[in-house]
């Protein structure tokens, strides 16, 4: 039995690169059109987000908003969540509408083939383990944050190698940003894809993902000091909401 869930879910897996990148390629003519600067950059993040859905539907998956704190349309904000798969990247897409957003993502994801391309042009690349790299970034955020987008950081860094984690420790950088250009932190609580799209091969598979899109955090007349407490607090509500079901998760398990 566990042969034929292997067999399955590598199956499933490498349908999600093909109808990936077959959407991409079906959807090329407009995102080369809007790429190539921030003026045109609402207009790719439509087509980004249609990308999303068709991929994400397109692989089975589905989800709903156990709850969802209202959002001001065109307002520049730090979104974040919880880093545990790539289908992380489509989530944030479907969920963030009128708040069009540029990734800070490493670097390594744009050696993929044609995704890799447009994620470079979109996206701010980041190699945090060159100091240098990480005051470029926040050079780059400054640039798009003045131009009216707002940012997508996943503060953990990573995804981490033990699937027993929770939720791993959060790096100050989403922080730092959103304290230096006053802009709220929307925290943002995905559920359950660790489980149905890991990094491994041979695991995972359609599934409904939970989502809790928390209050956003004022940084309004905030200094540096105030970082960790900021931190602090948008960590503290994603791990309730994905402890609960986490613990929701094992108990079906078991």
Not at 124 to 135: A, E, T
Not at 181 to 199: R, S
Request: net charge positive.
């Amino acid at each position: 039995m566990k042969y034929i869930r292997t067999f399955f879910s590598v199956l499933w897996r490498t349908w999600f690169y093909l109808w990936m990148l077959l959407v991409i390629l079906l959807l090329s003519p407009l995102l080369l059109a809007t790429i190539w600067s921030d003026s045109t950059y609402p207009s790719f993040y439509k087509i980004a987000r249609l990308w999303a859905k068709l991929t994400f539907y397109g692989m089975g998956m589905s989800y709903h908003k156990e709850a969802s704190y209202p959002l001001e349309k065109g307002k520049s904000y730090m979104f974040i969540a919880n880093h545990s798969s790539m289908m992380d990247i489509l989530m944030m897409l479907l969920l963030v509408k009128d708040n069009p957003f540029v990734f800070v993502g490493k670097k390594e994801l744009a050696k993929l083939p044609i995704f890799g391309f447009f994620y470079k042009k979109t996206c701010i690349l980041v190699d945090r383990k060159d100091s240098k790299s990480r005051y470029q970034v926040f050079q780059s955020a400054q640039k798009k944050l003045n131009s009216g987008l707002s940012i997508c950081i996943f503060p953990e860094g990573g995804v981490p190698d033990d699937r027993h984690i929770v939720l791993d420790s959060f790096k100050d950088g989403a922080f730092r940003l959103a304290i230096d250009h006053q802009i709220p932190v929307v925290p943002i609580a995905l559920g359950y894809l660790k489980y149905y799209f890991p990094f491994q091969w041979g695991l995972g598979k359609p599934g409904k993902v939970p989502v809790v899109i928390l209050p956003p955090i004022s940084t309004q007349g905030m200094k540096q000091d105030h970082k960790k407490e900021v931190k602090e607090q948008a960590y503290q509500g994603i791990l309730e909401v994905v402890s609960v079901w986490e613990r929701k998760k094992i108990k079906k398990v078991a």
